[in-house]
């Protein structure tokens, strides 16, 4: 039940900002936050080999999440982690179209030196831009307002209208446990259990919290949280990359 917000070229100061979580199964190995041999900064999912979001200097920027559907996911098919990965390294969406049209469904948030896309596979494989703005991801339809996605995009809102540059407050409000209006169907939210933005849980739970901060100039930071199956904070990862600007400030 991953929760994301993505602001895209939506501040003077910031070409990108980004806050969210990532809920898994707290069985499933994964590594935290580093600079891969890959070139890709990115924590890494030991069993499918990708990665749930992730930066170059190269400047690309994806995120991925699963998109709910009432037949659930299929086993055997090809990892969403590992599109995020081959996105990063350069591939182009159009070469691996048909290798998504095999994937159980995604949303998921592009950004690369010629501008930003949001992609899917779900009912079928579209590509679009994304405009300029504040967007929300988690599980359901793209930019579809479950209130934990909302909570998560006014954190952003209200982050850049402060013209804050403290990463904290987004993690913070990461962190927020207090469960969201309850909904009745995938296409209006999660179920009870969650509809919060931090999911604290022993089998299943929120595993890290991500924010990534690219201004105007080309600095970048990613901050990774991490947690335990009790919900405890276990460490921070900082990483500072450099990120190409073709007009810069």
């Known amino acids: ?5 993505v602001a895209w070229d939506a501040h003077p100061d ?5 806050a969210g979580n990532r809920d898994e199964f707290h069985s499933r190995p994964a590594t935290v936050l580093s600079n891969r041999p890959d070139g890709i900064i990115a924590g890494t999912d030991l069993t499918g080999g990708g990665t749930w979001l992730g930066v170059t200097e190269a400047g690309r920027f994806a995120l991925v999440t699963n998109y709910r559907v009432p037949e659930g996911s299929r086993p055997g098919r090809p990892s969403r982690g590992k599109l995020v990965t081959d996105l990063l390294e350069g591939i182009t969406p159009d070469a691996l179209g048909s290798e998504m049209a095999r994937m159980n469904p995604f949303n998921l948030v592009l950004a ?4 930003a896309l949001f992609l899917t596979n779900y009912p079928a494989v579209e590509v679009r831009p994304l ?3 504040i967007h929300g991801l988690s599980n359901g339809g793209f930019d579809v307002p479950w209130p934990k996605t909302v909570q998560v ?6 982050w850049l209208t402060a013209r804050s540059t403290d990463p904290l407050p987004l993690l913070d409000a990461l962190r927020d446990e207090l469960p969201a209006p309850s909904t ?7 179920e009870p259990r969650f509809a919060p933005v931090f999911i604290r849980d022993a089998l299943y739970g929120t595993r890290c919290s991500t924010v990534i901060l690219v201004d105007r100039a080309g600095r970048g930071t990613v901050v990774e949280r991490s947690f335990d199956a009790s919900g405890t904070r276990t460490g921070d990862v900082r990483i500072d990359f450099d990120w190409p600007v073709r007009n810069p400030l």
């Open 1 to 5: 039940m991953c929760v994301a917000a």
């Open 14 to 18: 910031w070409l990108l900002v980004v």
């Open 112 to 115: 690369d030196p010629m501008g």
């Open 131 to 133: 405009e300029p703005g």
């Open 153 to 158: 995009m006014d954190a952003i809102e209200h």
């Open 184 to 190: 009745k169907s995938p296409e209006e939210g999660p």
